[in-house]
């Protein structure tokens, strides 16, 4: 019966070669799968970050700016001029101003309580009902912002534009000079507002990165976006989220046209001041956002298969150096298995294992019977060692493969978020600082250079405190550092607040601040945004100076005598000295208007208001109050007699005659005196002191004019 013949099985070489290439194989695909799996997750989370962050800075700037064009209103609805209601082409005048100075006022107007427009920009409107308006019912009782919405009785009358005018309605009550309701004040913001704050924002991460600002009202309607978007409804997962979170987020979502976007969501009206309710939706394609991940991972199998083709040709390489001497013993000892006697066993010097086996079978070769199983068993040790050394070989080859592909992609992904971070911050519309909680700067940014006059290799590394607090808020702010620290308590951080700064050359200027910080494994970054508002102070200084003055004769109005007279009583009061108080008309003042126009009513009472303060020291006060009516704050006088002193001067000063453009016109007044010893009238009010100068004028007024009585306190 013949025996069926075994298979041959595959040589030593060709297993050594399979194991080696499975084992790249699979370390390979492994090491791809954990790079995929990691850095898809790192680039989302980044992404999201960044999308959050740029739909948080959207919503600050809006509610920023509409706090700003609120205070343009309440500055606005104070000012003299629009509160007496009298010179229509005045008031035009000044909202004519405010308009160019912020030219997304497209409109401002204000209507009388029937709603009648009594006065606006360029004359629109005027004439005109408003009655039905929303911004003008609202706006009688309160300050009040109307949501978006297009034009309807501007529409035709505005200078025509590419897009259709949208406006932002907001309006305020106004009050006359003696606190009585006189109308609604209204303007119309331009929707062009909310399109640059996005440009800015955008600018220049928009373009490069296909990031879009969306601007969503609480019903789904898109306000600002693309332009297939704009006045359309969304329901989106973003938005539904922003409706509900109060901090704002981050999702990936599909959206309508069947893209997959990374979406940052904020919402406004978190503040006080914004009273409308927007969703602040930034998305940003998912293909753009994860583009550095796709990058990394075609590079990763690129890298991965050149190393596994490497490997495999090296360890096919070595194997087949390694077997050949063993495959030569083996040839030999075959051709001896088949009779072949007079075949030599070769002598092999490759290695000492191989030297070892040929010099052994050389000298076995008359005792091949009786040595046949040491023969073996020698076979199965040297296989054994030479699969061990093979197999330790290219598990460290492997682990140290790993070890340099995982610090490659870290760097790589480290390097690529500090360029997207660094352009952002670089591009930031505010200085951008960073600091470690030793106080030592780690960042500093182009717009922080621009400000502080600092340069960024200047700044890095050096104490904040030295560089831009000045040196009498030091102290308070290391207390503030030490209290944060050990208690993490503090009134900076997380808060938007205005201080003084430090410039490189040495002046101070006026910034607003907001301080965060990040808990770190080991410590804390400090990171603030800053932004200069010089501008701001100076306009508010010059609305609240405005305010103060009278706009005819430049003397303090009656809002400032209100503040200056108490302060006069109570430095009286402290240094134990008498003051007086006038009170004076021109004599025939009414006469002079209806003979010569109120042109040279005007003209005379500038020119009175010119005597009268050249008249008195710079250290008293000279105050219009209304019409023909001043006041003089008299202060450090001896007796009641210096009081009397200066008003004859005054008296004298007045009967010159006035030269007018005109005419040549003989004036005099009547001077109502108030005597305040702060010794015996202490508890007199200003209110009482007013009084008592009034009275006394027209007491003087009885008696014949051109002339001064004296009235006291006491006697009122």
Known sequence: ?????????????????????????????????LVDQFTRGYA???????????????????ERSMTERQI????????????????????????????????????????????????????????????????????????????????LLLEKKLPPQPEPWRFVDISMPVQDMQGRYMGVMGMHLSWTWAREIAAKLLNPAGDRYDVEVMIVRADGTVLLGPKELEE?????????????????????????????????????????????????????????????????????????A??????????????????????????????RALGMQDVPIPLVNSYREVQLLSSTLVSMVEREESYLREVRSLNESLE??????????????????????????????????????????????????????????VEWNRQAELLLGWQRTQALGRQMAELIIPPDMRDAHYRGMQEFLEHGTSVVINNRIELQALHADGHELPVEITVGHVKRHNGHLFIAFLHDITERLAFRDQMRELALTDMLTSLPNRRAFSDRLPEGMMRARRAHELMALFFMD???????????????????????????????????????LAGDEFVVILEKLQTQQDALNVADKILHAMRVPFELTHSRINVSSSIGV????????????????????????????????????????TDA
């Open 232 to 304: 359309k409804k969304i329901d989106t997962d973003s938005f539904r989220a922003s409706q509900k979170a109060a901090t704002g987020g981050a999702v990936l979502e599909r959206w309508p046209d069947g893209r997959h976007y990374i979406t940052g969501f904020s919402r406004t009206g978190q503040s006080e001041n914004m009273m409308l309710k927007w969703s602040v939706i930034v998305r940003q394609p998912e293909r753009v956002a994860l583009e550095a991940f796709r990058d990394l991972e075609q590079r990763v199998i690129v890298v991965g």
């Open 384 to 441: 054994q060692r030479v699969a061990e050394r093979t197999s330790r070989l290219h598990e460290t080859a492997i682990a140290l493969q790993q070890s340099l592909d995982v610090q490659h992609a870290n760097q790589i992904q480290l390097e690529e978020s500090a360029a997207e971070l660094r352009a952002i911050l670089e591009n930031a519309q505010d200085a951008f600082i960073a600091a470690d909680e030793d106080g030592l700067i």
């Open 72 to 151: 343009d209103m309440r500055i606005l609805v104070a000012r003299p001029s629009i509160r007496e209601g009298k010179d229509q082409d005045r008031m035009r005048a000044v909202l004519n101003e405010l308009q160019a100075n912020v030219p997304n006022y497209a409109w401002i107007g204000l209507a009388k309580p029937d709603g009648t427009v009594m006065v606006a920009t360029n004359g629109l409107l005027e004439g005109q009902s408003v009655g039905e308006r929303p911004w003008f019912k609202e706006g009688q009782k309160n300050t009040y912002s109307a949501d978006y919405h297009p034009a």
């Open 1 to 33: 019966m013949n025996k069926k013949k075994a298979p041959t099985p595959l040589n030593l070489s060709s297993l050594i070669t399979m194991g080696v290439v499975v084992t790249v194989l699979i370390t390979t695909v492994s090491v791809l799968i």
């Open 306 to 335: 050149l190393i596994a083709v490497v490997l495999v040709a090296l360890a096919y390489v070595l194997t087949r150096r390694l077997v050949a001497p063993v495959n030569n013993l083996s040839a030999a000892l075959e051709q």
């Open 674 to 713: 108030a005597i305040y010893l702060p010794d015996e009238d202490g508890e007199t009010g200003p209110e009482e002191l007013l009084a008592m100068a009034d009275k006394a004028m027209y007491a003087a007024k009885r008696l014949g004019k051109n002339r001064v009585e004296v009235g006291k306190v």
């Open 44 to 62: 989302r989370s980044e992404a999201e970050t960044r999308l959050k962050q740029l739909a948080w800075q959207m919503q600050d700037a809006l």
């Open 586 to 624: 021109i004599d025939g003042f009414k006469g002079v208007n209806d003979r010569y126009g109120h042109e040279a009513g005007d003209e005379l009472l500038i020119q009175f208001a010119q005597r009268l303060q050249s008249s008195v020291r710079d250290v008293d006060t000279v105050a219009r």
